[in-house]
């Protein structure tokens, strides 16, 4: 079962994300909002979630930082959308990408590389 997301294109995503870096290099403030869009943006890109160590090198800040920064994201997100492997730091999901393979394929501009919730 594939499910191709018209609204959630490569671009938009791209965009969103960009504006969102612009963002925090003028406050130079990262918070978990900025988390959140590096996060769904890694997945658009490479098929899966960044380990936390990724996620700090990706938002410029150190790795405990980067794994605080991705429990507030993931706690402050829409109603079970997004969430870490139980007692780990490891993004399980980010909606609406699962980083465990499940039945729901994701289609995006052609290409199918995601799984979905």
């Known amino acids: 079962m594939a499910i191709a997301f018209s609204a959630l294109t490569a671009d938009s995503i791209r965009l969103r994300s960009l504006a969102a870096a612009e963002e925090a290099e003028i ?3 990262v918070g978990p909002q900025e988390a959140y869009t590096a996060i769904l943006r ?3 890109n490479h098929g899966r979630a960044p380990h936390y160590v990724e996620l700090a090198e990706i938002i410029g800040v150190d790795i405990e930082a980067a794994r605080t ?3 507030e994201a993931a706690a ?3 109603a079970s959308t997004c969430w870490l492997a139980h007692d780990t730091d490891y993004v399980e999901a980010w909606g609406p990408f699962s980083n465990v393979p499940t039945h729901v394929r994701i289609s995006v501009e ?8």
Not at 110 to 117: A, H, K, P, S
Request: glycine content about 16%; proline content about 5%; overall charge neutral.
């Open 27 to 29: 406050g130079n403030e």
């Open 42 to 44: 890694h997945f658009v």
């Open 76 to 78: 402050a997100a829409p």
């Open 110 to 117: 052609g290409t199918d590389r995601w799984f979905g919730l």
């Open 69 to 71: 920064l991705q429990r």
